[in-house]
């Protein structure tokens, strides 16, 4: 079974250009998540769908930041334009079910697209 | 909100000895507990998890933890390591909704 698949692996930009990265989640899971993870920290939630609704989206920078899944399966997230500070690795996880507080389903990552802004 | 706090930021360790990677947390809530590993340019891979039941819970690749809800805690152990062990591993902690809060994580060098 293949795993996420995340395009492009690594992306080099100059700042204030737009750069957009693809996630494809297992195949058959509802619920993708968009990370960001910083050099030498812990992954941190940027935005959750289930299926095509983004159900958290409250840690998207949403002034240069976006986000879609239109179609519930693949999904693109967009900067534009790129500044210095986001410079940093990119991850997309996928899990299956819906998310309550009595469950948990195992999210699945992906390689990650590490950005460099120049 | 939960927290997550891993205070060694590298373990360094030679191959065959035992280690362990500590992590406490902060809620206000009931939790789920987990380790994720992280090889050099690749993502994360679920070493193990609590969810409830037995307090001591075991991984793949030998590795178990322990839950102590009075401690806060949620350590790392493997009795023997390998050099294929290093790598990053991450503590990380959900009060549900699916929502993963992850530690700073601790880097494990092993050498022979």
């Known amino acids: 079974e293949a795993g996420v698949v995340q395009s492009p692996r690594y992306k080099i930009i100059e700042k204030k250009q737009p750069v957009a990265f693809w996630c494809n989640p297992i195949s058959g899971h509802n619920t993708l998540y968009w990370y960001l993870q910083n050099l030498g920290q812990g992954p941190e939630l940027l935005i959750r769908y289930e299926n095509e609704e983004a159900v958290d989206d409250s840690q998207l920078p949403k002034d240069r930041f976006s986000a879609e899944r239109l179609k519930g399966v693949d999904s693109t997230l967009k900067i534009q334009p790129a500044e210095l500070g986001d410079s940093a690795v990119y991850l997309c996880?996928?899990?299956?079910?819906?998310?309550?507080?009595?469950?948990?389903?195992?999210?699945?990552f992906g390689p990650g697209t590490r950005l460099t802004v120049l | 909100a939960q927290s997550v706090t891993q205070l060694d930021s590298q373990v360094p360790v030679f191959e065959e000895a035992p280690v362990e990677l500590r992590c406490n947390y902060s809620s206000s809530v009931s939790v789920y507990l987990f380790w994720y590993v992280q090889y050099p340019n690749q993502g994360l891979q679920l070493l193990l998890k609590y969810l409830s039941g037995s307090t001591l819970v075991k991984g793949i690749n030998g590795f178990e933890a322990e839950f102590n809800k009075s401690q806060t805690s949620f350590h790392l152990r493997k009795p023997s390591v390998h050099i294929s062990d290093t790598a990053e591993y991450f503590c990380a902690v959900s009060g549900g909704f699916q929502k993963l809060v992850f530690g700073t994580g601790t880097r494990l060098l092993v050498s022979p």
């Open positions: 996880a996928s899990s299956s079910g819906r998310g309550n507080s009595s469950s948990y389903n195992e999210q699945f």
